[in-house]
């Protein structure tokens, strides 16, 4: 069975310092894995994902994700957070064999502190 | 912007109506999705379909259906609406049949039931 964790509900950071929204997953074999972004009153929107390849990936508005194998992580990073980038995280993962649908964590509320 | 459309984007009902919620998109994707958002965040499926004819149930039990008679709509009805169906339900979809595309949400319903 596939499934996520986002083990923080809440993350607090003051703007212009790094930001981490963490991330683990468990699939069968290898992962699709995505990040998604929900402000208030609206949907999610697609932040990046990881397919193959170059285990860093970058996304929009600046967001980077790291992808650990061995770890079986998959972290949103941003080397200077905004004030707008407060908003919920979702991470999501789909084993490759497409069998099944998009899983998704239980989402991590950031806050950006001016 | 989301060239995925949910109708409405707010409604109050009283319990025992029959309600249909709309999602139209404009993409030409064959799958489309439902899911249920709880106030905590947590998402969770309710329906899918793969293309027209084809629905299925998710992984959370709901007393909703849904139809899929052309390509571009996919509309959910709850026959006998109770106030257990407050929530927000939010309508995806993506390219078939590659596992690796990304959800497309639309800016969701919010539900009420009283």
């Known amino acids: 069975a596939q499934s996520v964790a986002q083990p923080e509900d809440q993350v607090n950071v003051a703007e212009g310092n790094p930001l981490t929204v963490k991330c683990t997953y468990s699939v069968s074999g290898n992962p699709y894995l995505f990040w998604y972004v929900q402000y208030p009153n609206r949907g999610l929107q697609f932040l990046l994902k990881?397919?193959?390849?170059?285990?860093l990936v970058k996304g929009s508005y600046g967001f980077e994700a790291e992808f650990n194998k061995s770890q079986t992580s998959f972290h949103l990073k941003k080397p200077s957070a905004l004030v707008s980038d407060s908003a919920l995280y979702f991470c999501?993962?789909?084993?490759?064999?497409?069998?099944?649908?998009?899983?998704f964590g239980t989402g991590t509320r950031l806050t950006v502190i001016p | 912007e989301a060239d995925i459309y949910q109708t409405p984007r707010y409604l109050v009902i009283g319990t025992g109506k029959k309600i249909t919620l709309e999602c139209s998109q404009t993409m030409g994707h064959d799958k489309m999705y439902w899911y249920q958002q709880d106030p905590g965040m947590e998402l969770h499926l309710i329906h899918y379909s793969y293309g027209v004819n084809s629905t299925e149930k998710g992984d959370l039990s709901s007393e909703s259906t849904v139809s899929r008679i052309r390509t571009e709509h996919f509309p959910l009805t709850l026959e006998s609406a109770r106030p257990s169906h407050t929530s927000q339900y939010l309508c995806a979809s993506s390219d078939a049949p590659l596992g690796n595309s990304p959800l497309h949400f639309g800016n969701g319903t919010r539900l009420t039931v009283t």
């Open positions: 999501a993962v789909r084993d490759q064999t497409g069998a099944n649908n998009l899983f």
């Open positions: 990881y397919i193959t390849g170059d285990n």
